[in-house]
Each structure stands twice: as C-alpha cells, then as structure tokens.
C-alpha cells in the first residue's frame, strides 16, 4: 500500500517516476494498491474557482456539496494518468474512485469520516494482477453523495484501504523525509525521528504538524498498521523514513510544533513529549518564558503572536529537545529493532 502527496505527483514527469517504480515492484510479483493526490496545488486551485464562482453568482459561500464535487476530481485526474502511463509501460493497472474503492462515509461534506470500508473491487483487481491506481480524499455516503475527508484525506485512504485490504504496512510519499523534531525549514537543529508512536504522532498532527493527517493515525492505530513515512525524492547518500507503530514499542520521543494562524493573528506553539512527566516538564518551561500555556493529551501549548512564536520556537526547541551525543546522530540512530520494509500492496 502506497500513497503519494501533491508534490510527488505534480507533473507528468513524476508520476512516470512513480509509474516505473510500481512497473519495477509489479515485475518482481508484488501486489500493489497506490493511493495519489491531485497534482501540485490542483485543490487549492479548485477551491479559489469555487469561491470566485460563489462570488459571480452573488453567493455568500460555496455550498459544501458542490465544492466536494469539485475538488474530488483533482484526485481522479491523478489517477487516470498515472493508470494510463502505466499501461503504456506494459503493466495491468485499473484506476478506482474512492467510492469505487468502498469507501463508506458520514454524510459531512468536504470533512467527512470514513464509518466503513468495502474493497471488494480492488481486491479483484489484485487476484487479476493489476496494479489498483486510487483516487485518496475521496469517498462516498451511505446516502450516494460523493465526500471529501478533510485536509491530508489521502492519508487516510490510503491507512482505511491498508486496513480493509490486510495490508501490515502504509507507506506515505511526500516531499520530506519523515518526521523531525521541529520543522526543518524554520528550525535548523531539528533532529529526524527515525521511530515513534501512534500517540506521540497523533499528538503532533493535533498540535499542527502536517506530515501525517490525525485520523490517518488514529485508524492505523485501530487497525494496528504501521505507517512509514519516505521521501519520493529521496537522498541516495542518506535516505531516511519515519516509522510509526504502537506506543508501547517506540522509544521516548519530544518535538516542538508551531502552527501559524491557529486563530487570527495568533500562532499556537505546542511542546509534545510521549512520556507522562514530559507534560509537567513542558508547563515548567512555558512557565520560564513568561508564557500561559495549557494541557491537552499528549502536549502543552500556547497561544502568542507569530512574531514571538518565531523566535521563541528555536529557543524552546534547544531546551526541549535532548542533545544527541557526539557519536549519535538520527542518521546512525539504532534502528535494529525497526519493523522490515514492506513494498508489497
């Protein structure tokens, strides 16, 4: 089971990218089921067409039936070329809706919940050898009406389909190479974390971060799937993934999270640990900076304006973060006791 973000998918030249990795996987006799994004910023694009089309037609807002109408077909465009590179490789590929897929819904639009999963189609496809190229974000309700599952909704789909179809494994593509301790981009000591938990990784997805989507995780955590997240561009000197399996195997784990306009003119910077005594910890360090913070599972956040959050973060992340030694670095971390790579389905 794999899934490929926005950016993995942009242009066609990486989705033949994409297309010769599945060929390469398929001819050594692996079962696959690939989960896309829309290309690029295919939804956002979408989603400014619907308001400016609200706005022609002297609405106040996009009704939120026909705004998932529309930006589930950003996925499907997705689909259908991918499906139709990989046949002009040679390969059996066969391209799915998510409702195609049995993706079962609430009837909540452009935020729905997945309530159940009906494979029935993809796994025909897989006994006929075929590669299942499906459209992510996507499902359909109980009452037939197509559905959007929320920011990150690839994720998702791709962690529900892994579960229906007994998957042990999603893996996740994007841009980045797994999960750090702090953004990289803003944070330049931020530190990789080759291994954590369901709950620490939930705990950062509730905080802001956007690696994985929250209920991608809390489903993997139903099902029991490990989730590995990998770059689609990785680097060949030192390629690098997060795994993501039980609370109880992962080791401790801390990171500072910043989400910027998290309410108007306001960021919200969020210290996650994964042990309990992290949570009293956090609070006492807030408390040192002067700032009022509260306590939510599995963190400690506070509210303040983006101009102290950016320079307070890279302080809070030097004292929160532990130092690694001289000899320990996340690119040599232990990862004997990490679960083997699965490439299949």
Not at 246 to 252: I, Q, T, V
Not at 315 to 321: D, E, G, M, P, S
């Amino acid at each position: 089971m794999r899934k490929y973000g926005g950016s993995s998918v942009q242009d066609l030249g990486r989705l033949r990218r994409i297309a010769d990795e599945l060929s390469r996987l398929s001819q050594a006799g692996h079962p696959i089921v690939v989960v896309v994004s829309a290309m690029g910023k295919t939804t956002s694009e979408l989603i400014s067409l619907a308001e400016q089309a609200a706005c022609a037609g002297g609405g106040a807002e996009v009704p939120r039936r026909e705004l998932d109408m529309l930006v589930s077909t950003g996925e499907r465009v997705t689909m259908s070329l991918l499906s139709i590179i990989l046949q002009g490789l040679g390969r059996r590929a066969i391209s799915f809706t998510g409702s195609q897929s049995g993706i079962i819904t609430t009837d909540t639009h452009f935020d729905a919940r997945i309530e159940d999963v009906r494979p029935h189609r993809l796994e025909r496809a897989l006994s006929e050898g075929r590669i299942a190229v499906v459209a992510g974000y996507q499902g359909m309700s109980r009452q037939g009406e197509i559905t959007t599952l929320g920011r990150g909704g690839s994720d998702t789909t791709a962690v529900a389909l892994a579960g229906a179809l007994g998957a042990p494994t999603a893996e996740i593509y994007s841009d980045v190479d797994g999960v750090y301790t702090s953004d990289p981009h803003r944070v330049r000591e931020a530190v990789h974390l080759p291994w954590i938990g369901y709950g620490f990784m939930g705990a950062m997805a509730d905080a802001g971060a956007r690696v994985l989507n929250r209920e991608a995780v809390r489903l993997a955590q139903k099902n029991a799937t490990k989730i590995v997240a990998r770059s689609s561009f990785p680097d060949a000197q030192s390629p690098r993934e997060t795994w993501v399996t039980s609370d109880a195997e992962a080791p401790p784990c801390r990171a500072v999270v910043e989400l910027v306009d998290a309410e108007p003119g306001q960021s919200l910077v969020s210290l996650v640990g994964s042990l309990p005594s992290d949570i009293e910890a956090a609070a006492s360090l807030f408390a040192s900076h002067g700032e009022s913070a509260f306590v939510t599972p599995g963190r400690v956040s506070a509210l303040m304006p983006p101009a102290r959050a950016r320079a307070l973060v890279p302080v809070l992340h030097a004292q929160w973060i532990p130092t690694p030694s001289p000899h320990q670095h996340s690119d040599s971390a232990d990862t004997s006791a990490l679960p083997n790579t699965v490439t299949s389905c």
